[in-house]
DNA sequence: TAATTTGTTTAGATTAATCTAAAAATTTGT
DNA sequence: ACAAATTTTTAGATTAATCTAAACAAATTA
């Protein structure tokens, strides 16, 4: 259908729009994808030759609904095969992403939808992103940004900004997994990091950095 | 490390030389990979320059060492993925080649190694070819073809030599899947076609074509 | 063993994806 | 509003994988 590398422009296309209305810059792409302008251009014309995308020389593109559907279709692969990865086989949840790279591109649509099952038909992918059902259909949850909290405010970690192998392993060794339960006991004015009990257990420190990063369920 | 294109090649010319002991040809090899022998000289060029194989111009082709290892790691890919696929999501063993077909370029040791473990480490996919192991050994069993057994001979199905959906749909059909027990009751001399009995209960005949993709352990 | 057939390689093109360098358009800043 | 800076596109090459047609080598067969 779509070729491996077309597939990964309309996921880059797609998250780099999602949150932000507007459309996508040729140079936001050539970042996310790790190629040059130039090289972006080309594809964008062939994407939009295919009705993949709305382009518009020099006034950057929007995915079409044909593009949507196509690059929703990948992520979907690609968080549930990051489930599968953590729950059946082991994975740690900093250790998967570039593997489920490769399996996103797989192309059997029995093959997902068996597997959604085989899974339990889970809502989430092991780093809090929700997983969409075989029709599309993305269900977002309120997060709020652990900085963005106010003493004495209360939550759940039940996603994360950053997706770095550094990033999350830092979080495990903090005891800032997906499910902990957090209170927010004070905000440090000197530097903004930010003092929380975890599990109504330990207290401790972190940076606004990290805070940034952490997603809650209030 | 190879890219797509080099490890279907690969695996191309070790199923070609599995058996016969003699190099493979240049038109064998554009057979198995459905391109053009101006394609294989191209890319036995490449793989030579690799030390993959060996290759003399107008001589034919063998693996090296590396080239068996990469060869023989694509083909434990395939079968372990290939029986991921019938245990754990319930696909038939009709439908699984073509999916494992694109399932066996993935890369990653760990992964395969897991998902080996996860499995209970079979021996056997799900047509009874045997799954190498993580060093690379592979079991094989003594298999028969049931059309050179003899009558009052017994044994059990344990492989097939033709791999086509059509052909495995058909022995579901006749009952003739893996494990089945038989013993051989008559040969037809009028048309080579075989009668056989089928787990102590059923009788059946199949047409000496048949027979000869079927192979038994005696 | 010479002629014919068959199989393999080379020559020259094509397509997809990428690049660098240069040209063109848009945006920014004074 | 216009010059300068930035962004995007075009032009022209490159690499991997493929093809067709023609040249060449090997095997067969008379
Ligand atoms: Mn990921
Ligand atoms: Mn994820
Ligand atoms: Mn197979
Ligand atoms: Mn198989």
Redesign the interface.
């Given at each position: 259908m779509h070729s491996f590398t077309e597939e990964n422009y309309l996921k880059a296309i797609y998250h780099l729009s999602e949150g932000n209305m507007e459309a996508v810059s040729t140079n936001q792409i050539a970042e996310m994808t790790n190629t040059k302008a130039a090289s972006v251009t080309d594809m964008l014309k062939k994407l939009a030759e295919k009705k993949l995308i709305n382009y518009i020389k020099y006034q950057g593109v929007t995915l079409t609904n044909t593009g949507v559907n196509a690059a929703v279709n990948i992520i979907r692969k690609h968080r549930l095969w990051e489930v599968f990865?953590v729950e059946?086989?082991?994975?740690k949840w900093d250790?998967v992403h570039?593997?489920a790279e490769?399996?996103e591109h797989?192309?059997?649509d029995?093959?997902v939808n068996?597997?959604d099952d085989?899974l339990g038909n889970p809502v989430a992918d092991p780093h809090g992103d929700p997983i969409p059902d075989r029709s599309g259909l993305i269900k977002h949850k309120k997060l709020v940004k652990i900085s963005d909290m106010q003493t004495g405010e209360s939550g759940t970690v039940s996603g994360v900004s950053e997706h770095s192998s550094i990033f999350l392993k830092l979080l495990e060794k903090m005891g800032l997994t997906l499910g902990t339960k957090i209170i927010i006991s004070e905000l440090i004015e000197f530097d903004g990091s930010i003092m929380l009990t975890i599990d109504q257990k330990t207290e401790r420190t972190i940076s606004r950095e990290v805070a940034k990063n952490i997603l809650v369920i209030l």
């Open positions: 990865l059946k086989l082991g994975f250790e570039d593997i490769e399996l797989i192309n059997s029995t093959l068996r597997l085989f």
